[in-house]
């Protein structure tokens, strides 16, 4: 059964400081990698989408990085503000099946 | 640009019945995926159509069903509901990569919240 794991399930981080979270996924049969932030009474947004082993994807303060071969996937978020507070979700997009993470819940302490 | 629509969004049944959720994309998109959310769990695929035709099938009971219609917009139907049923539902639509060998990105509706007593 392939499984997708985020870590930590949760994180708070006061206002300003940086922080990451892993999506780790099974090294096999890879085609690509998502992430999406999903707000609090909003739609799972997309944020990036990988294919490439040592891929690195920038959007503002929100990077993400990619190793197929160990499998995972770094999310970092530079200098976080309120507005970066949401779950955020990674999704393993391999041979006809697209499995998702539960999440890594993140709260910004102003 | 209109996004993702989905409706109802709140829906209370009881156990044995059945409900049908609406979703219509954003205009130009044929893609339409639905998604099963409950606490503690990632988002479980459902199915996708494209074209009218269901493409790709995720690991649900028969009682799930759904159809896309001309214009894309799509229906899931759940039938003899039951408490476990209880969930958000989401869809999402896109151009029409096949969703599992594209790196199309999705759009998600604001989802329809289930609740099953």
């Known amino acids: ?110 | 640009k209109a996004g993702v629509t989905q409706t109802p969004r709140y829906l209370i049944k009881t156990r044995g019945q059945q409900v049908t959720l609406s979703c219509s994309p954003i205009s130009g998109h044929r893609s339409v995926s639905w998604y099963q959310q409950t606490p503690g769990q990632g988002l479980q695929f459902l199915f996708e159509y494209f074209s009218e035709t269901q493409r790709n099938k995720g690991n649900f009971p028969g009682r799930f069903s759904g159809r896309q219609f001309s214009n894309s917009r799509s229906e899931m139907n759940v039938s003899t509901l039951e408490l476990g049923d209880s969930a958000l539902y989401l869809c999402a639509s896109s151009f029409g990569g096949n969703l599992f060998t594209s790196t199309d990105t999705q759009y998600f509706g604001p989802g329809t919240r289930l609740t099953v007593l």
């Open chain 1, 1 to 110: 059964i392939l499984n997708v794991e985020q870590s930590p399930q949760s994180l708070h981080v006061q206002e300003g400081d940086s922080t990451n979270f892993t999506c780790s996924f099974p090294s096999s049969n890879f085609y690509a990698l998502h992430w999406y932030r999903w707000e609090t009474a909003k739609s799972p947004e997309a944020l990036f989408v990988m294919t490439l082993n040592g891929d690195e994807k920038k959007k503002g303060r929100i990077s993400a990085t990619l190793n197929t071969k160990e499998g995972y996937s770094y999310l970092y978020i530079k200098g976080s503000q309120p507005e970066d507070s949401a779950t955020y979700l990674c999704a393993f997009d391999s041979n006809y099946q697209l499995i998702w993470g539960a999440g890594t819940k993140l709260i910004i302490k102003p």
